[in-house]
């Protein structure tokens, strides 16, 4: 095949979505709505990604900083086909794809029988069309008597009858590089919305004698174009039940997979079961045979195989495999959780490890800590890592024990096998092996009860 060029096109102003935010960013699956397009465009080979970015676009720009895309500024949105001709500059020839920043669905399945219906056609200019039961507000196609392709009314321009034709522009186009600047440099903004529409270009290759064609869309789903918030909403429930599918497949057990939601970059081993209520978000990787949820928010974690949580929160963490976490766990950036540890009810972790087999079982906070192997901090241990300026470090060697109702004030150490009393405030390191007791002994005053009753 020839070069292949692809534009995307992402100036506008996304008025219907009545947001400060440029539309493009606005996320499918966890990812910025355009980025999808970005990746279709790389998944169909294409040599060049050329974005046009103009509303807030230095927001766009920043937002995909790390693309291979090259940017071309339209600084006042005149239309479709302006934004197209503010890349002429870039273009240096062969075949030109032209995909919009806010029709994230289309697969590369869809889009590579539509390269393949332009080539095998020898067509100048081709057009992704679809048939949809509900019309409204796109471009609809008009054909001759014999079917061949005529001219795209916009629907704000088009007539009952016209309107009345269910056969709609998906806005997604292929051109010969020639013919396309010819066209782009005859469009006019001469219709009810005094813009140059990429649309029309088309019509004029068409009327210069040039070949066009329209090749209807098997699923009009993947050809929708995100204009408002429920759109947005539609569009993500409708990738949601896609990529549920696929992990499916793959092997993982879904409960009530309507009530599951995971975003683009997730990774899910075999035999995992996700219970309801599940939430995984960010570059999260899940192993294999682990049991997540009900209620587990994860994000941006790599969970490892045989791991189960429940209610739970996690974010930018690890956890290795066989671990229990929750109910009710708070996992917080930067804590590694070590194999076979339990990290139970109420317990928040902080930048902490946790070597394996160590249990933690309730009501605890471990912050800026280092916990070795078969460590048991009982309920209610407490790491006091924060003077108010700076945060220091607790250690616990391996095979320690802390008792209920303790702190730890940091920096301090407990040592290897080494206990600590339940109740105890911890300020000077334990030597290993022995017991740190840090509070006052018991006094019973007998026969209180009595006397107490007698004054009263
Ligand atoms: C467009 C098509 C319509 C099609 C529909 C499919 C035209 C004239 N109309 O209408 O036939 O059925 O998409 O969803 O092409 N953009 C720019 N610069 C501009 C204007 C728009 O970059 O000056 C970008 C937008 O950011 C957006 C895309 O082009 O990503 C489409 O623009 P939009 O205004 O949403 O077009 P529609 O009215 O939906
Ligand atoms: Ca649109």
């Not at 889009?111 to 080539?119: A, D, N, Q, W």
């Not at 569009?235 to 793959?250: G, N, P, S, T």
């Not at 460590?375 to 003077?387: A, H, M, Q, S, W």
Request: proline fraction near 3%.
């Amino acid at each position: 095949m020839e070069k292949l060029t692809t534009v995307i096109l992402a100036a506008g102003f996304g008025k219907r979505m009545k947001s400060k935010f440029p539309k493009v960013l606005h996320k499918i699956g966890g990812k910025p709505m355009v980025q999808h397009v970005i990746r279709l465009a790389q998944t169909v080979g294409s040599d060049e990604i050329i974005c046009v970015i103009g509303h807030e676009k230095e927001k766009v720009r920043q937002a995909l900083a790390s693309e291979p895309v090259m940017f071309a500024v339209q600084e006042q949105q005149l239309g479709t086909g302006h934004a197209v001709s503010v890349t002429e500059h870039l273009i240096t020839g062969g075949t030109i794809l032209v995909l919009f920043g806010d029709a994230p669905l289309l697969t590369p399945e869809t889009l590579t029988s539509f390269l393949r219906f332009f080539e095998d056609g020898a067509y100048d200019a081709a057009i992704l069309s679809a048939v949809m039961d509900e019309p409204t507000g796109y471009g609809r196609i008009v054909r001759s008597e014999s079917g061949a392709f005529m001219r795209i009314v916009e629907h704000k321009d088009a007539d009952e009858a016209t309107r009345a034709i269910t056969e709609i522009n998906s806005g997604i186009g292929l051109f010969k590089t020639q013919p396309l600047k010819a066209a782009l440099g005859a469009l006019t903004n001469d219709n009810k919305q005094s813009e140059y529409y990429l649309t029309d270009a088309f019509e004029h290759i068409k009327n210069v004698g040039g070949k066009v064609g329209a090749f209807i869309a098997a699923h009009a789903e993947e050809i929708m174009g995100v204009n408002d918030r429920v759109a947005l909403a539609e569009a993500d429930a409708i990738f949601q039940q896609r990529l549920k599918k696929k992990w499916m497949l793959e092997g993982v057990t879904m409960r009530l997979p309507e009530t599951i939601y995971i975003e683009a970059d997730v990774e899910i081993g075999p035999d995992t079961i996700l219970h309801p209520g599940t939430v995984l978000k960010g570059k999260t990787v899940i192993g294999a045979e682990c049991e997540i949820g009900p209620g587990a928010d994860i994000e941006d974690c790599q969970i490892a195989d045989g791991v189960k949580v429940t209610h739970s929160t996690l974010i930018r963490s690890e956890v290795d495999s066989d671990s229990k976490i929750g109910p009710y766990a708070y996992l917080r950036p930067d804590s590694r959780i070590g194999k076979s540890v339990k990290i139970g009810d109420f317990v928040e972790v902080k930048n902490t490890y946790v070597g394996d087999g160590s249990k933690i079982s309730h009501l605890t906070y471990a912050g800026d800590g280092e916990i070795g192997k078969n460590v048991n901090l009982g309920c209610g241990v407490v790491f006091v890592n924060y003077d108010g300026t700076n945060k220091y470090k607790t250690i616990v060697e391996d095979d320690a024990f802390v008792g209920c109702n303790s702190n730890l004030i940091a920096p301090v150490t407990v040592g290897r096998g080494a206990y600590v009393a339940a109740g105890s405030t911890i300020t000077e390191d334990v030597p290993e092996e022995a017991l740190g007791i840090a509070r006052q002994r018991q006094v019973n005053k007998t026969g209180w009860t009595g006397k107490y009753a007698k004054k009263k």
